[in-house]
Every structure is written in C-alpha cells, then in structure tokens.
C-alpha cells in the first residue's frame, strides 16, 4: 500500500502532489509524469481499474460494472468522492452506482486519493479517505497536454477488445487549444457481454453498455490571462448492465454533470488563486429485472438523485506556509421508490428514500508548513453543518411506524481535524500523523426503508436516532533506501478508533419484506470499533531497465465485542516484475489473497478462499506519420483460475484468462 | 332526482363583493341557493358554511333522499354516493324547502335494511349503529350513523331500506325502498362473523379506505345477530378484545411491529393501532377473546399458522 510513498518521492519534478504517503494518484492520461502510477491498459481501462491501481483502494463487485471503490477497507458511507470538487451522490439504494460508474476515462486526467482524515478540501464525512476525480481539460495554448505543444488542434483515439466478454472499447476526442480558449469534446463507448469465469462457465447478466459524452472548455477573460472561466459538462449513460450478485440488473444509469467555474490568478503577494465553482448534476437510475428467470414478484425500483452546489477556494503561499482556504455549499435531493407487482393482486408501493434533502455547508483550512529544508507539518481541518428534511409524506410516515417519535427534518455538525509530520534524513523518510473526524449517517443509514442487502440476505432499515459517527486515526510510514537507491522498502501503518460506528444490527423483532430474506436489520451505532491498515512494499531496481516491486497488505477490523467486522480485505500480494527496453515495456505480475480468516461470520460474511493469478502486459510506444502511437496488449489471469476475492459481492467469480489488445493515437 | 345544485358557493366579504344581500347576516357569507336570514330552527350563516364544506365531500343517495309534509327535504349521504358491502357511515342533512338553510333538530330512528333471500324466500336485517347523531359539534345539522351490509345485491338477495323521521314535529321517512348494496373490489373484505354457542357475531371494520401507509387508527364494531333476524343487529353488550397480525399474503407473509388489539370504547366501538410498512394487500389476522382472556374466535393456526379469520384491506 505504499507503493505510493515511493512514488511520490521517487518523483521529485511531481508537482501536482505533496509527498506524502497519505496522498496517492493515478494518472489516467499525461504524457508527462513516467514513472506514475497508471493503468496497464492505458486510456483503455475502465475508472475501475485505474481505482484499482491506488494504495489504500479495494473494489467492491456487483458484477463487471460499476465497482464500488472502498478506501483503508471503508466502503462509500466513509469515502468522500468528489469530481473535480463537486459533489455527487449516488442514486441506487443497492449502491449499484457508485458515483465512480458516471465518468469515463477519457473525462479524467487523473484519480487523488487522500487517505484517512487529512481529506481534500471539499470533502466531507471522509473518515476512510476521500477520492477526487480530475477532470481532463486541455488547457490554454501552449499548455497543452496533448502531442501538439503549441497548441491548436488536436485529438486523440483509442480501440480496444477484450476476448473475454468481448468487451469492446472505442473513444475519441477533438482539442481546440489557443492562447485565450480551449475546449475539449469526447466521446466514449463500451460494450460488453457476459463474460467467462476461470474454466469457461458463462457468469450470466454480466453484460453491460455505456456511452459518455463531455466537454471540457476555459476562456481567458483578460490579455493577461489571470482570470479564467471554465466549464463541464459530462453526460454519461449505461444502460442494460447486468449484475450477477444481485437480483436484478439495470436497465438505465443516465448522470449528467454540469459546471462553470471562475479564478482569478494573482500575481504577487501572499495569495496564489482564487476559484469558485458552481455545479449541478442529476442522476436516473432505473433497476430491472425482466430478463430474469423465476422471479418471484416483478418489482420497479428507480432512484433519483440531484445535486447542486458550490464551492470557493483560496489558495496561498508565503514564508514556510503553502495554505488553502476553501468554503462549500451543496444541496442533494435523494428520492427513490419501489413497486411491487404480484401477479394478479394489486401492487404494493413504498418510498424506500424519503426525498431526503440535505443542505451542507462547510469550511475547510489546509496548511502545508516547511519547518526546515526537512520536516514538513501539514495541518488540514474542516467544520460543516448539515440540514436534512425529508420532504416525501408518505416514507416519512412509513419509517414513524418503526421511529414514533421522530421528526421530519434533523441537522448535525461534523469537523475533522489531521496533522501529519514528516521527516526525511539521508535516504529515509519518517512520518507520523494523527486526526479526528467525524461523519453523519448517510440517508440510507438514517432513512433507508426496506434496503434488501443481498450480501447477507437481510432488509435493512435505517435509524433516523443515530448518532454521527467518529474516529480517532494515527497513521505512520517509513520508508529507507540503500544500495544507492537501488533498493527501497516502505511500511506503512493507519489505524482508525472509532466511536458510535455505523453498522446494521439485528432486530428479530421485525418481519423482513424481501421474499426469502433471513430478517431486518436496523442500523445502530456500536459503541467503538477498530480497523488497522499495513502495508509493506520493496522496490529493487536490479538492472538499468529491470525493477521487481512486491507489496504485501494486512488489515484488522473488529466492532465493539472484537468480532470481525465484514469486508475486511485479508492478507493481500503483489510481485511484478518489469522491464523497460526503449519504447517496449513489460510486465509480469502475480496477484493474490490468502484464505480469508478474519471473516465478519457475526455480519452475514463467509470465508473467501486464497487464490492467485498471472497477469501479464506489454505497451509499446511509437510514431506513425508524426502521429505518436501506443499499443497495449496483455493477458489477466493467465492460468484461467476460477476465483473471487473477498471484496466480490456473494462471492461471484472474477474474469478467466482474458487477452486484452488496444490502440491509442495521437492526432 | 334533484341534484344539489342548489349549493353552490362562494364566500366572497373581503373581496368587497358582498351585495345588498340580506343573506349577509354580518358574517358576509353567503352561500348560492340558501337564504341565511336568521331562523331559529335554522343554522347560523358560520354553522351553515361548514355543513354546505362537509357536503362537498360526499355524495348524496337518492334512494335514500325524500321530503316531509312538503317543507323540509331530507338528504342522505355517503361518502361515494352508493352503498357497499361491510361498513359504510351514512349521514343525513335536512333543508327547509323555504330558505334552503339547514335544520339543527330532527330525528332519524329505525333505520333498518333488510335483505331478501330469494331462493329462500326469506328476510334478515344486518349490523345498525344504534343512534344518528350529530357527530362534529361545528356542524350540528348533520347526523351521522351507520350501517354494515351483510353482503351485496346479486341474484341471490336483494336490499330494501326503510327509516323514520322527524323533524320539528312533522314525521316522514322511507318504506321498503330497494338499493343496491355493490360488492367490494377483490381484496377488500371488511365484514367476518364468528360464532359463539348459537350466537352470531358480526365484526365490521370502520373505514379502512381512509388508510394510509403507516400509522393507523383502526376502528371496529361488533354486532349480535337478532331475534328475529329481520331487527335491525345492534352492538353486542359484551366487550371483547380484538388481536390483530396484519400480513401481506403476496410478500410471504411479511407483518408490521408494534399493532395494538382492539378494545372497546365508551362509544361501544373497538379501536386499536394498526401499522402498515407499505400499500398493497393486507390480511390481518384476528384473535377474539372474551373479557376473560379466552379465545372465542379466530387464533386457530390453520397450517399457514395463521388465523382463519381476517378482513383484507388493499391499500
């Protein structure tokens, strides 16, 4: 899991990132910044994907779309993810949308990863960390990021195939990029069928199909260039995404994603940049199940969910201090229902989320102290208030049945506050950092109506008594070089204490309503839990162009009767091996998880077994007609093991041997 | 049949519209068709308005609706304008022919439906709530009570209605006038009986259309068959507990927590607490028991382990 550190150090021209090990980024498409983390498959990989190849990240998977990135072994209700610093929530109360499944690669210039407390700016409610999807913008004249350095036009495109569910990938893109304007327009397309897992069985209502569309632009107000308007827009549709894990499959996830932002740039003094942004996204989410077999009652089950907002950030540099200020605002509308159609009889509605609105507004202060040439100090805290109300009747009275006394709208306050300290002596570099923060039940949590949870079988209620839930982390890396640098070894530790944790309880008391569910749980706030993250990692360059890296991971979760809690990843590897020879790269890399031990048996879990899997990749960079060129081409699972991991939803089978091939140019 | 057309209405004092209407009675309301001069037999213009806005939400029965002495025109109500089988609450308003104003005093007694049986031959009458009163202070020139249809026209049996009244000393009613009593839509079934030793018992619910997803008031009557049968049944003197386990046949037989028993009021109704987590159909099981805790009916666990009698609601 620190692989990240090293890169990070290792890479000292970085200059979008502070070196620290609580910050981790991939890069989706740079051609700057060799040496970064990215994606074997390039522009190629699914957001997914370029997730899976940060520290710290897991993903959860419902089938082979939409995975749900879970940060320190902390799932979406403690991971903030922002785009761009907007807000967005997810609209399925299966959480079959991730807010991750409503971008697209070629929208991205790249994934951050704060770990922990010490969020980003706009992030609230970040106890496991906090994720920013960075948009791709082309950037003025001459700033281009793209092939042509001057600026001007350009434009790019990437085909891929994937054998195994003959996953297909197509994409392009066109740049304006002048001095005063740039604009930059994609399309995106996927498609796939139901792929095979380890030894050729067919994983049915694995299929899935996407299409995104976005712009990207910025004027320049002013000759001087220091004020600049830009804008998004993003809008992205799945449709017919199968989900094995679940009982029922999509049939349309539509996002769309606006925002126009304004900075000023100031040219001296203490302060570097001042932004604001306002934003607006909408999401439809529609689930489906006509296309299953043998089921029991047809039910309709859409959810929908808008967010609008802004945000204003300051930032400055003077003397030791690199400081960023930031206030935000949003409100999000969560609304979503299900119908039930028994054959004949009359059909049997509920609200399963209120119309809940949320009004969140919060203040944020980062700070970055250079105490000497040495040590650095960051200090990052934030303060924000919430109102929610829920605004259906007919749910709010639904959930009273089970809360008499509760009311129709509540608010909390939550903050978190993080400082890390950081050493660096010869070739080794000490940190230690500590925080507390807290987070507010999400609405599924204190509002959530009869949410069947296929993992352990069981209908869940929300509890609109909880109490926020808060944690005390402390986290330390170290991280020493010898042999001049040739080789370098990392450990890297977190540690969260939490208090009032969230978790759905049993309550025998209540009838479930899922046909052929084993009961209800009712969400409650355990009175502590603890969850420990290790991680080791070793990065040996043996020969000019030969590096073996391997990284091993553990993590502990127990509640408050020290059980385990569930989804707690087990202990995890990787070993690749690399060779860079020119323009050729390849990679061997073998992957896996040991049987899973401490399972949360008490939470409806079961053991995974161990598996290991082969992968192998290889990228070739080249031009053609002065266009620059790469072909990516590797096979996953090589052996065509037949294996899920613990983070695999009712242990569904991942992809057998898949051969990937695909083509990226450069106009 | 006169429609009401004679209602129509406006309150219309502060838009500065109030004519030289001598209907304005200081209040400046005014109602179309009704002459609120004051009559002390007669509703004030406030008293008027609220009974004229309760009429907006049911619908008169003409078979039901007469005139007495040639003075005064009796309407009666229900909420959808027809009579169903089970429950249904009926309301009377009197107009004076003159003024068209409501009148505060009159009396409705036996009021008796009766079924005939026609393969039989044979008549019986069904659960009456005793009195019709006035039920809502504000609106003293409506009187409501109710009736509880044993089952539905059909080429099996047919209905016949007959009540009396008085009003300020005059007397009338309806003889023998046939209705039609319709069946309620599948699902939907709000009357059951029990037995206990030779005694019939009728259990009609109040009003289940009026719920809604949630928390519920639920009401219920229980009512002694007659001897003879053709008596009006009137509210057994005996006080009961009803039980209920509300579930939802179509989703396995999923239930609601915290549903309290019925027991009885002073008003001689059962009321209780009835929680329903969604729409659809619900069948909610009964236990009787008698005021020593015993089982009377219902609480037979049939092999679904539930009890054998149950209304059904579909929401």
């Known amino acids: ?349 509920m609200v399963t989320w209120p119309d809940v609105g949320t009004l969140n507004t919060g203040l944020a202060v980062n700070d970055r102290i250079s105490l000497t040439g040495r040590q650095t100090v960051t200090l990052t805290a934030k303060w924000a208030m919430q109102w929610q109300r829920l605004n259906n009747e007919e749910g709010y009275y639904a959930l009273r049945v089970f809360f008499p006394g509760m009311k129709d709208s509540y608010n909390q306050t939550i903050g978190r506050i993080a400082a890390t300290y950081q050493l660096s002596i010869l070739n080794s570099q000490l940190s230690i950092g500590a925080g507390w923060g807290s987070r507010a039940p999400t609405v599924t949590e204190a509002y959530g109506y009869y949410l069947n949870n296929t993992f352990d079988q069981y209908d869940y209620i929300g509890n609109p008594r909880l109490k926020n839930e808060s944690a005390v982390e402390l986290n330390c890396a170290a991280k020493f070089s010898i042999f001049s640098s040739q080789l370098s070894i990392s450990l890297d530790a977190n540690a969260f204490f939490f208090s009032n944790y969230i978790i759905g309880q049993f309550e025998n008391r209540l009838s479930p309503m899922t046909v052929g569910a084993e009961g209800v749980k009712v969400y409650g706030n355990l009175s502590h839990a603890t969850m420990v993250n290790t991680a080791f990692t070793a990065d040996w360059k043996l020969l000019p162009w030969l590096t073996w890296n391997t990284r091993l991971s553990y993590a502990i979760g127990n509640d408050d009767v020290g059980k385990a809690l569930p989804l707690i990843s087990p202990f995890a590897y990787t070993s690749g091996i690399n060779c860079q020879l020119s323009s050729i790269n390849c990679k061997l890399t073998v992957k896996g998880n040991a049987r899973q031990v401490n399972y949360g048996k008490k939470y409806g879990e079961t053991s995974t077994p161990a598996y290991a899997i082969v992968n192998l990749s290889g990228q070739y960079a080249f031009h053609l007609h002065g266009h620059a060129l790469t072909l990516r081409a590797g096979v996953e699972n090589l052996l065509d093991k037949r294996y899920s991991t613990y983070s695999d939803w009712c242990d569904i089978p991942q992809k057998g041997r898949n051969f990937y091939t695909n083509l990226s140019v450069s106009l | 049949m006169n429609k009401k057309v004679l209602m129509l209405f406006l309150a219309i004092a502060s838009l500065g519209l109030v004519s030289c209407n001598s209907n304005d009675d200081e209040t400046g309301i005014v109602i179309d068709g009704i002459d609120l001069t004051s009559d002390v037999d007669c509703c004030s213009a406030e008293e008027a308005l609220q009974v004229y806005r309760f009429i907006q939400t049911v619908h008169i029965i003409p078979e039901l609706s007469t005139s007495v002495d040639g003075k005064y025109d009796v309407w009666a109500y229900t909420k959808t304008g027809t009579l169903h089988r089970g429950y249904n609450d009926l309301y009377f308003v009197v107009t004076k022919k003159k003024s068209g104003n409501y009148v505060k005093n009159f009396n409705i007694k036996n009021v008796t439906p009766l079924m005939h ?58 003889e023998k006038q046939a ?116 089982i009377v009916a219902g609480g037979d666990d049939l092999k679904d382990g539930f009890s054998s009698l149950y209304w059904d609601v579909t929401l």
């Open chain 1, 1 to 349: 899991m620190i692989g990240t550190l090293l890169l990070a150090i290792l890479s000292p021209s970085d200059t979008i990132i502070t070196s620290s090990h609580l910050i981790d980024e991939v890069v989706v498409v740079s051609a700057a910044g060799e040496g970064r983390k990215r994606s074997v498959k390039g522009l190629a990989a699914s957001i997914d994907e370029h997730l899976a190849e940060l520290s710290h990240v897991d993903l959860v998977r419902r089938g082979s779309y939409a995975w749900e990135p879970v940060v320190n072994n902390m799932a979406t209700e403690r991971v903030s993810t922002t785009i761009d610093g907007m807000k967005i929530f997810y609209a399925c109360t299966d959480k079959m949308d991730p807010v991750t499944s409503y971008v697209e690669s070629s929208n991205l210039q790249s994934i951050l990863l704060n770990s922990g407390l010490n969020g980003n700016p706009q992030s609230t409610g970040n106890i496991g960390g906090s994720l920013d999807l960075k948009l791709r913008k082309a950037g003025f004249g001459g700033e281009s990021l793209f092939s042509s350095k001057t600026g001007g036009l350009g434009g790019g495109l990437v085909v891929g195939h994937e054998t195994n569910g003959h996953l297909q990938v197509y994409g392009a893109d066109g740049v304006v990029s002048l001095p005063r304007f740039y604009t930059n327009v994609g399309v995106f397309y996927r498609h796939a069928d139901n792929y095979k897992e380890g030894g050729g069985r067919k994983v049915p209502f694995s299929q899935f199909q996407k299409v995104n569309v976005y712009d990207n632009f910025g004027f320049r107000l002013t000759e001087e260039g220091n004020d600049v308007v830009e804008g998004t827009f993003i809008y992205d549709r799945a449709s017919n995404v199968g989900y094995p894990a679940l009982n029922m499959d999509v049939a349309k996830a539509e996002a769309f994603i606006a925002s126009l932002s304004y900075r000023h740039q100031f040219v001296e003094g203490f302060l570097n940049a001042w932004e604001t942004k306002g934003y607006y996204n909408h999401i439809t989410h529609v689930m489906d199940d006509t296309k299953r077999p043998d089921v029991e009652i047809h039910m309709d089950m859409p959810g929908k969910s808008w967010t609008s907002g802004l945000y204003s950030l300051l930032t400055g540099t003077g003397g030791r201090h690199e400081v960023q200020a930031n206030y935000d605002l949003y409100y999000n509308r969560l609304f979503a229902d299900m119908t039930m159609y028994p054959g004949g009889a009359a059909p049997m509605y």
């Open chain 2, 179 to 294: 209705i039609n009593v319709e069946a309620l839509p599948e699902g939907q079934d709000w009357l059951k009986n029990f037995k206990v030793g030779d005694d019939t018992y009728f259990l009609s619910l109040v009003n289940p259309s009026d719920w809604k997803t949630g928390t519920n008031t639920i009401q219920a009557y229980i009512s002694k068959k007659s001897t003879p049968a053709t008596t009006p049944y009137a509210l057994a003197t005996e006080t009961f507990t009803i039980e209920i386990d509300p579930r939802m046949p179509d989703m396995g037989n999923h239930t609601s927590p915290d549903n309290v028993a019925l027991t009885k009021q002073q008003d001689g109704s059962y009321t209780g607490t009835i929680n329903l987590t969604m729409t659809g159909l619900w069948r909610i099981h009964l236990t009787v028991k008698d005021s020593k805790g015993n």
């Open chain 2, 117 to 174: 049986m026609v393969k039989m031959d044979m008549w019986h009458s069904t659960p009456v709530g005793g009195t019709f009163e006035v039920f809502d202070t504000t609106r003293p020139a409506v009187k409501r009570g109710w009736v509880s249809l044993l089952m539905n026209t059909s080429d099996a049996g047919n209905w016949q209605f007959s009540y009396d009244i008085e009003v300020l000393g005059s007397k009338g009613g309806v």
